[in-house]
């Protein structure tokens, strides 16, 4: 009975904040909101008994990659503090596409019942992560870390700090 | 459902309201101690006329914060200029709730009495977790006071802090191998006992006195210093460059809780590196009896380490100069980065040859 409170409170935080991230005007309340949003959905896995994954979630998207998305916002937003309107084809579109993507997802939701827990225990520790991505998953696992180094390379060679601009940069 | 268990509940009330009060006075000693510590170093007498040396001197702080004028800059965002300082404030007050500060014994009628307000078993996640929650008091701090030093406070504070949380996860991550576990009681257990170093001297098993552990101390150390934004790491503020930083605008008890949450941070930092590598509340070359008089020695062990460290902290602030922000961030990437995943590697081949 408390964690059906528990579940009916946050996720009215999430979804109220999720949608302020979408219509608030300002992208600094937006990326915020996002961080709100996020960490309500980390009560989401506490309340399915899955506090590692909880942890990480704040740690990883609440924590790092907003706080990035925030320093970048500030950096480069800082005359204008509010976005100039979109044009009429733009709000179509986005309205259109992703009432669509809500449609498909409801669909799909239906269509293969995942709105329910398996059954049996669900262990989510450390350790039981750990195994299963180092055994059964070893070769997506790294290849996102591959996919990740190449993401970091192409950052580097559009910032231009490639051997030619550091010569330049030394004279 | 089963029956509400009324005895612990007690328990974990009593022990909230232990921890909390700790926290909350940690601020006010913490400020005596700054200021008196400063003058020492200094050679300057120091607040000295409110109360005996001066130890009364934080509550006329306290009352003057009060009673000030609370100021709201006309261009600010008022929402988030409001709610930034409760930002800041809750990560520095519930990250302690998962370390452990004294020895578990058996209450009499056989109930075990853990020391601790909340024993999950992925306790340093949840530190690093909400720990990483703390630059958004920073950050909204900065930017909705609509004031250009307030700004580069906050932007200095954000790439600052996601760099340096990097290291000092990293750093932590040593400890956490040695001991084979994310709960930080286990971390404790494993450095209770002692080890032979070298075949020469008898050393309590903390991780300090392990050589594998030694340049993760250093980095988790150092690191620690940026993360709760104390000199030589305070960019946030900067008096110098950016008159106060984020906490520009800010009077009154607004000002007060950022105030706090600093000092807050930095008794859980310490309580952190006390627990990660100076093995907790354990009494070295003593074997702690498991019962209330081993409780009573462990907590008083314990809050002697923080002690230790808080001071240590302070005598920093007062005796190195802060870095330029360049230096800062090569230190923390090309530095702290490498050295503390080398430090990892170390540590496994450690475990691997049983060393450890």
Known sequence: MISFAI?????????????M??????????????????????????????????????IVYAGAIMVLFLFVIMLLNLQHQEEPRTRPVQQFLGYTTSAAFGLALIYYLAKYGVTKLPDGAFVSDARTIGIKMFE?????????????????????LLSGRTGVAKEEERS | MHGIDWVDVGLSGLKIAVVLGAMLNVTPIMVWVERRGSALIQDRPGPNRVGPFGLFQSFADALKFILKEDMLPAKANKVLYTIAPMFGLIPALTTI???????????????????IIANVNIGILLIFALASMGVYGIVMAGWASANKYSLFGGIRASAQM???????????????????????????????????????VK??????????????????????????????????????????GYHTEYSSMKFAL?????????????????TLFLGGWDIPWYNEPPNALGFAL???????????????FVWVRWTIPRLKYDLLMKLGWKVFLPAAVINIVIVALFIAKRWI
């Open chain 1, 7 to 19: 579940f009916f409170f946050f996720a009215a935080i999430a979804v109220i904040f999720a949608a």
């Open chain 2, 203 to 244: 050393l309590p098993a903390w991780n300090i006195f392990s050589p594998a552990m030694w340049i993760a101390f250093v980095v988790f150390f150092v690191s620690a210093f940026a993360e709760t934004n104390r000199l030589p790491f305070d960019f946030a503020e900067a008096e110098a460059e950016l008159v106060a």
């Open chain 2, 258 to 274: 950022f105030f706090m949450s600093e000092y807050m941070a930095m008794a859980t930092m310490s309580a952190l590196i006390t």
């Open chain 2, 162 to 200: 996601i760099s340096y949380e990097l290291s000092l996860t990293l750093a932590a991550v040593s400890a956490l191998m040695v001991a084979g576990s994310l709960s930080l009681p286990d971390v404790v257990w494993r450095q209770t006992g002692s080890f032979v170093l070298f075949n020469v």
């Open chain 1, 21 to 58: 991230v979408v219509l608030h005007r300002n992208p600094v309340v937006g990326a915020l909101s996002l961080v709100a949003s996020f960490f309500a959905l980390a009560v989401m896995y506490v309340l399915l008994e899955a506090p590692f994954l909880a942890a990480l979630q704040v």
């Open chain 2, 298 to 312: 462990s907590v008083l062990s314990f809050v002697v380490k923080v002690s230790a460290l808080l001071f240590i």
């Open chain 1, 136 to 156: 059964g998953y070893i070769f997506p696992f790294e290849m996102v870390s591959i996919l990740l180094l190449a993401a970091i390379v192409g950052a580097l």
């Open chain 2, 97 to 115: 709730a998962v370390v452990p500060w004294g020895r578990p014994f058996l209450l009499p009628g056989g109930r075990l009495f853990e020391p």
